[in-house]
């Protein structure tokens, strides 16, 4: 299925907004002080779906231009870094984890079947991603401590 704008702009929004609602119950955050984060966070993510559908960028996923894009934006000395990570640093990164959930988990709903096919197999491959991506998260966290001085 080919996603149209006005379909990625109704999901950002919407993401924007349950990231929002997820901030505020969660995370003891406010309207006033969040929505702007909120939405421009959503204005971000529109800007790197913009550059991975581009017809030279598209051989990248979108969720590497989308990161690139928000790392380049809160680069201290790229013009307006200093207002974007203001107007973010707020938005609690767990808050923003919520929609993405329900969208995997009703993503899952709608391909139940060729989960049931995958049976026993998937419980070894969940197991050896997650101690991957721990050790790999460990050790790069170790690395950093031990350069910084810090342990």
Not at 32 to 45: E, M, N, T, Y
Request: with cysteine; hydrophobic share 60%.
């Amino acid at each position: 299925m080919k996603d149209t704008w006005t379909d990625i702009i109704f999901i950002l929004i919407t993401t924007a907004v349950l990231v929002l609602v997820s901030n505020i119950v969660g995370y003891g955050g406010s309207v006033q002080r969040d929505l702007v984060g909120a939405l421009l966070l959503a204005v971000i993510a529109a800007a790197g779906i913009f550059l991975a559908k581009l017809p030279v960028l598209n051989k990248l996923p979108i969720v590497f231009w989308v990161s690139a894009l928000a790392v380049v934006l809160s680069i201290p000395g790229v013009p307006g870094a200093d207002w974007i990570v203001a107007r973010t640093k707020d938005i609690n990164f767990l808050a923003t984890t919520t929609p993405i959930l329900a969208y995997a988990g009703l993503a899952l709903g709608k391909e139940i079947e060729g989960f049931k096919k995958l049976s026993w197999r998937i419980v070894p491959i969940c197991l050896a991603v997650s101690a991957g991506s721990f050790i790999c998260a460990t050790l790069m966290a170790e690395i950093m401590l031990h350069l910084e001085g810090i342990f």
